[in-house]
Every structure is written in C-alpha cells, then in structure tokens.
C-alpha cells in the first residue's frame, strides 16, 4: 500500500490587519506583524481546532513561536529580543488571534512578563541602584525566554476584587532571609502545568501587618518549585486551550532574582501606565478580523472544505456584511488609536479611549461573530470550520479582569462626570 501523499503546506496569503503605508508603521514593525501572522496563518490555524476539542495546551505553538523570536517579541534589541514597544507587540498579538484565540491569550500572559518589567518599566521611576538591581534580573529571565523557550504565565486572579485593582491580592509573600514564603490561590491561570515560570502577583506582608496594594510584588516562580499544585477541571465553554486551571502555593520560597519588578513598582505601573491592562484586547481584535474574514470567504465560495457555492449575488447578504464591515473599521479605529496612544502618564481622554477601546473590542468581536453565524448560515456553524470556535472563544473575552466590560463600564461612567477628587457633598 503506498503512503498517502503529505498534506501540502499552507501557503499565508491573508492581507495584513492594518496596512503598513495607511498607518506609517516602519518596516521593522511590519515585518514582526507579517511573522506573527505568518505562524498564525499557516501553522495555528490548522491545529487550532484540535485544542479546542480537547482543551489541551498548543505546546507546539509554543515551539514555532520560539522559534520565531516572538516569545521575546518584547525583550529589549539589545539584549537578543526583537525590541518591540506596545503597538508592534498589539498588532502582531491580533495577528495570531485571527488563527487560534487561545494561543494568542495565553501569548499575551508570556508577553506581559517581558513588556511590563521591558519598555514599560523603562518609562517608570527607579532610584539608579534599584534599576541596576532590575536590569540585571529581568536579563535572567530574559535569557531564559530566549534561549530555552521558557513560557511565562500570568496568574493574578483570586476570585475576589484583588485582580479588579479594588483591594490587595490575597496571595502572600513573607519576607525571609534570600527571598519570600509565598502562599495562596490563583484561580482561572492560564497556562497552568504547560508555563515554565508563573508570574504571580501578590502582597508583601510582613508578620502582623494589614496586606497594601502599594505592596504588590510580580514574582516569576519556577513551576516546579515545591509547594506548587494545579488543580480542578477544565472543560469551559471557550479559550479551551488556555488550559486556566487553579494553582496553590504552599509554603513556596520564592528566591529574591524571582522578582520581574522591584518592590512598589507595579504599584507604580498600575497608576502611571493603565494601558498595560488592555493587552488582551489584541486578541479579541484578532477574533473580529476572523469573523469578517470568515464571512467574505464563504459569501464568495472560498472556505476550504466547503463546496464552492457563491451567496454574495444575494442583496440581503450584501447587506449584511456592510453592517459588518462597517463595525469591523469602528472597533479597529478606536482600538488602533488606543494602543498607538499608550504612553505612561497619560491624559484623561486617552484613558477614557482605552476603557472604551478594550470595552469595544471585547463586545464587538463577539457581535461579529453572532453576525457571521446569521449571515453565513446554518452549515457555516458546523464543528469542521472555525466560525463556531470564534463565536465561543470571543464569548469569553468580556469577563477578563482588571478591565471587563462592566467594569469598563463602571469607569467610564465614573470618570467622565467626576474628575479625581470630586464628590457631591
Ligand atoms: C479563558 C480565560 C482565561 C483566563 N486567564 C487568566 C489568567 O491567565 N490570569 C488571570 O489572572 N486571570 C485569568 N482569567 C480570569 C479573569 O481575568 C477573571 O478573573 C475571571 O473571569 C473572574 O471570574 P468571574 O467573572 O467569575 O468574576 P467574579 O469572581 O464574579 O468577580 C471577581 C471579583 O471582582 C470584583 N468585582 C467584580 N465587579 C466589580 C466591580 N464593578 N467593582 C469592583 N470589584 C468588582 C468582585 O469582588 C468579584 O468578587 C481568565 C478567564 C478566562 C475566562
């Protein structure tokens, strides 16, 4: 019997998401953008469904991105990174959200950990002693990311109003002689028992003190420190491959090089550097970009797998995916504008457009997608093509804490009629 032939590679053909002449981006910045989508395109795309049927983890993902430079998209130029700032590091993000959601989530936990204590913990306040002290750490993990293709996580929520910003994580570091004692939850980590190091925040508390916020520490911890399980299920209803299971830290010592960010500065990062918040936004613009794609493809007859029926001559579908169109350009401007406008210390407005940038993209992903469900059709939602998996993974995207889509609400409406310190009385 003679072998079947090897399926022939994907060859990428998609458009960029946003076009380098339009927005002026460099050709650096294009280029990361094209590799990115590249991977996504004719790599994740095709495995994407197979994690999400099983909700294992894309290690092999993990390996191509390794591969391409892009875990260390954000580590500084100089020291072996590709040296990207928070646009470059959101357009390329988008890109692999158009494939493969999960991936590009759990992407952006890995990233976090390079861009928060990279390029912005570089805009941030640190006396000289204490920035030698953090350069030479972060270049640890960094060479680690690099040359091992370490994955970070990015556990931070407690299933309290910890992640929220509203009170101190719950998480507790005690101060011991080289390092910390930590112990605690983390519930919904994404990553959990795939990442190498888990980048947790948590409180600073010393015996017989009450847990601050200005305590919070960003502590990257080895997976297999000792003191660390990974418990419960995970069988949800999208971003199955993201694998959030819970995490427990018994008693876990935490070696003081663990630490991303020097004591008070995510506090700091927190205050001076909100947009640090809305880099899972990315992913949910990738997942409107898909949705769209998706509709264009198979209104023309060009899904693969799919008999060549055309639908596009039908008014009504015309119709519609103006509608669509017509959303997909509000949620790409707005979210473009806002991750171009990240800055430290920035104004009022821009912070209002971020809020309603991340809210936007949240929301409208999955409004796109219930479009391209009732506009392609009843076949287009069958389990063999990736529009019932957009429906379901950008689904999840409203419920990501600090920023949610309440809570985006919640700010919005707050912070546009009161300025800070003003109250009715
Ligand atoms: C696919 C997926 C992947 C995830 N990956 C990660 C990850 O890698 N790391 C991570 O840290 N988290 C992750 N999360 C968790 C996510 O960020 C949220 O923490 C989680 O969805 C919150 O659960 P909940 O909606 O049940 O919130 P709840 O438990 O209902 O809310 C959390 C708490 O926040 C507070 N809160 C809610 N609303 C407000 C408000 N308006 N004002 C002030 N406080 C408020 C409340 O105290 C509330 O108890 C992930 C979630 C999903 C769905």
Redesign the pocket.
């Known amino acids: 019997m003679t072998a079947a032939p090897a399926a022939s590679p994907r060859v990428a053909s998609d458009a960029p998401m946003v076009e380098q002449d339009a927005v002026r981006l460099t050709d650096e910045q294009a280029e990361i953008m094209a590799r990115a989508r590249r991977v996504g395109e004719t790599l994740f795309a095709d495995r994407a469904a197979e994690f999400d049927r099983t909700a294992t983890f894309p290690t092999a993902n993990y390996k191509d991105l390794h591969r391409e430079g892009l875990l260390g998209i954000c580590i500084p130029k100089s020291l072996g990174g590709l040296g990207a700032g928070y646009q470059t590091y959101s357009l390329a993000a988008a890109e692999i959200g158009r494939y493969c959601g999960?991936t590009a989530?759990?992407w952006n936990?890995h990233v976090c950990s390079t861009l928060w204590s990279g390029p912005l913990a570089d805009d941030l306040e640190m006396d000289a002693a204490m920035r030698a002290t953090h350069n030479a750490r972060r270049e640890i993990h960094y060479r680690r990311i690099l040359e091992d293709g370490a994955i970070y996580?990015?556990?931070?929520?407690?299933?309290?109003?910890?992640?929220?910003?509203?009170?101190a994580f719950g998480t507790e570091a005690k101060p011991v002689k080289g390092g910390w004692i930590l112990n605690g939850k983390?519930?919904?980590?994404?990553?959990?028992g795939h990442a190498n190091y888990y980048g947790v925040?948590c409180t600073e508390t010393e015996e017989g003190e009450k847990a601050s916020r200005r305590n919070t520490l960003y502590l990257a911890i080895p997976a297999t420190s000792e003191g660390i399980s990974v418990v419960g299920d995970w069988d949800?209803l999208?971003?199955?491959g993201?694998v959030?299971r819970t995490l427990l830290f018994k008693d876990v010592f935490v070696p003081e090089d663990a630490a991303l960010m020097p004591r008070g500065v995510y506090y700091q990062a927190a205050l001076r550097w909100p947009h640090m918040f809305m880099t899972?936004s990315p992913t949910y613009m990738g997942q409107a970009q898909a949705a769209y794609d998706f509709t264009v493809k198979y209104l023309r007859g060009e899904v693969p797998g799919m008999p060549p029926v055309k639908r596009r001559m039908y008014p009504t579908k015309q119709i519609a995916l103006a509608e669509m169109h017509i959303k997909l350009q509000q949620i790409k401007a707005t979210w473009f504008q806002a991750v171009t406008e990240a800055r430290p210390n920035p104004s009022k407005d821009q912070v209002l457009r971020a809020y309603a940038a991340q809210y936007t993209t949240m929301e409208g992903a999955n409004d796109l997608a219930r479009l391209a469900i009732r506009t392609c059709g009843g076949q287009s939602m069958l389990k063999s093509l990736p529009l019932e998996r957009i429906y379901r993974?950008s689904r999840?995207?409203s419920?990501?804490?600090?920023w949610?889509a309440?809570?985006c609400l919640?700010r919005i409406g707050r912070e546009a009629l009161y300025n800070p310190g003003e109250t009715d009385e």
């Open positions: 999960a989530l759990t936990m996580a990015q556990p931070f929520s407690e299933g309290g109003a910890a992640a929220a910003g509203s009170v983390k519930i919904f980590a994404s990553l959990a925040l949800p999208g971003m199955r993201t959030s899972l993974d999840c995207g419920l990501m804490l600090p949610t309440e809570l919640d």
